[in-house]
């Protein structure tokens, strides 16, 4: 199996910073994209950034500019830095991990537990 475990979250003014980490452990063959989705109260889960495995990168044009995505391979960590927050950031932050955990198994995807940023004003 694979795990996944977030953390970072937390209560912050608007135009602070955060950086959330999701690590993956478990049986890892390859790791072929990193995910960062966030889900308001009320709303939708929305795609806030992304990672391939060559390192592209795409974000919600929402937090352009003011968020970056990253990762340390050797760890299979992503990591979700935000700056210049806002209370409209204000959600419960999910890593997602596309993984294929051997030669035989395909692609599934995981999930990290969630965790909760609070921007406020």
């Known amino acids: 199996q694979v795990q996944l475990v977030e953390s970072g979250g937390g209560l912050v003014q608007a135009g602070g910073s955060l950086r959330l980490s999701c690590a993956a452990s478990g049986s890892i063959l390859s790791i072929y994209g990193m995910i960062w989705y966030r889900q308001a109260p009320g709303k939708q889960r929305e795609l806030v950034a992304g990672i391939t495995q060559g390192g592209s990168t795409n974000y919600a044009d929402s937090v352009k500019g003011r968020f970056t995505i990253s990762t340390d391979n050797a760890k299979n960590t992503v990591y979700l830095q935000m700056n210049s927050l806002k209370p409209e950031d204000t959600a419960v932050y999910y890593c997602?991990?596309?993984?294929?955990?051997?030669?035989?198994?395909?692609?599934?995807?995981?999930w990290g537990q969630g965790t909760q940023v609070t921007v406020s004003s």
């Open positions: 997602n991990f596309k993984v294929r955990r051997s030669i035989i198994d395909r692609m599934e995807n995981y």
